[in-house]
């Protein structure tokens, strides 16, 4: 299936805030064709732009009930206080527990320019945050009190020494 690299923590898009999309033309509409094939691709249940590169406010979606995509999401209004495992596709291997609002009410646009409003709880509620927090340039990590990051980032580095570590004896395939 065809779609773009998923960027991943340490590269430097992920870190900036992206604009408002002010046109919802074909561009745009292929863009979210590709960030659906990406995601469904890769496995997660979201993904925003700048995760692939784009610094555009949106983001697409799929809980498993339907596919749904915003444009220029914002909170308004939040309540409650919820500790919930997330994971995220430009942290791959990695799952942290973070404590966020329980239930929001995000508004946003749909890909007709129509505004919409979704009150979300559970699993939908921490999707939106996470997403709408990639538009800002905010990665869960962000969300941890120094300690917990510190601990993610060493868990982070074994990650990768483990990934780059030559295969010991007995590798089936040789090289
Ligand atoms: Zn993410």
Do not use: W
Not at 57 to 80: A, H, K, M, Q, W
Not at 94 to 100: A, F, G, M, N, T
């Amino acid at each position: 299936m065809a779609g773009y690299t998923v960027r991943q923590i340490g590269d430097p898009v992920l870190k900036q805030r992206a604009a408002d999309v002010t046109e919802i033309d074909g561009t745009l509409v292929g863009m979210v064709e590709t960030m659906f094939d990406t995601m469904y691709g890769a496995d997660g249940c979201g993904l925003a732009a700048p995760q692939v590169g784009i610094l555009k406010r949106f983001f697409t979606f799929d809980l498993g009930d339907e596919p749904g995509v915003l444009l220029n999401p914002e909170i308004v209004e939040s309540s409650g206080e919820v500790v919930f495992d997330e994971g995220c596709l430009s942290i791959v291997g990695l799952r942290l527990e973070i404590v966020r609002p329980e239930t929001v009410t995000v508004r946003g646009l749909d890909l007709d320019g129509n505004e919409q409003i979704v009150e979300a709880d559970d699993f939908f509620a921490r999707m939106l945050q996470h997403e709408i927090d990639h538009l800002d340039g905010v990665l869960m990590l962000d969300r941890l009190d120094p300690d917990a990051r510190k601990a993610a980032l060493r868990e982070l580095r074994r990650r990768d020494e483990l990934a780059a570590a030559p295969v010991g004896g007995g590798n089936p395939f040789g090289r």
